[in-house]
């Protein structure tokens, strides 16, 4: 994963805590995924999105995009800018009460 192909989606705007894009990197380059496209991965506390469009882009599978203080009307309409919207399913609910 290179972290400078994702300096066009302006990450600075989007951090709601430390580099989440370094941290993916570090995590994509010491434990790599093996995923197929239908496969499932839960982003929780995704923010902004940043960290689930890059799994998106990353893996090829689909994501689950939570937030509790993001709304999901908010994330989708970004998720359909970048591309990824339907890759990515944007979810606003408390950890506790996820519904699947």
Not at 10 to 24: D, I, Q, T, W, Y
Not at 30 to 52: E, F, K, M, N, Q
């Amino acid at each position: 994963m290179n972290i400078g192909d994702y300096n066009v989606y302006n990450p600075a705007e989007l951090m709601m805590g430390p580099n989440s894009v370094r941290l993916l990197a570090e995590l994509f380059g010491r434990y790599p995924l093996r995923v197929a496209p239908d496969d499932r991965i839960l982003d929780l506390g995704c923010g902004t999105g940043l960290t689930s469009l890059i799994i998106a882009k990353e893996t090829g599978a689909k994501v689950f995009a939570n937030d509790l203080w993001v709304s999901a009307e908010e994330n989708q309409k970004r998720f359909d800018r970048w591309g990824v919207g339907g890759q990515i399913t944007p979810v606003c609910v408390d950890a506790n009460n996820l519904p699947f």
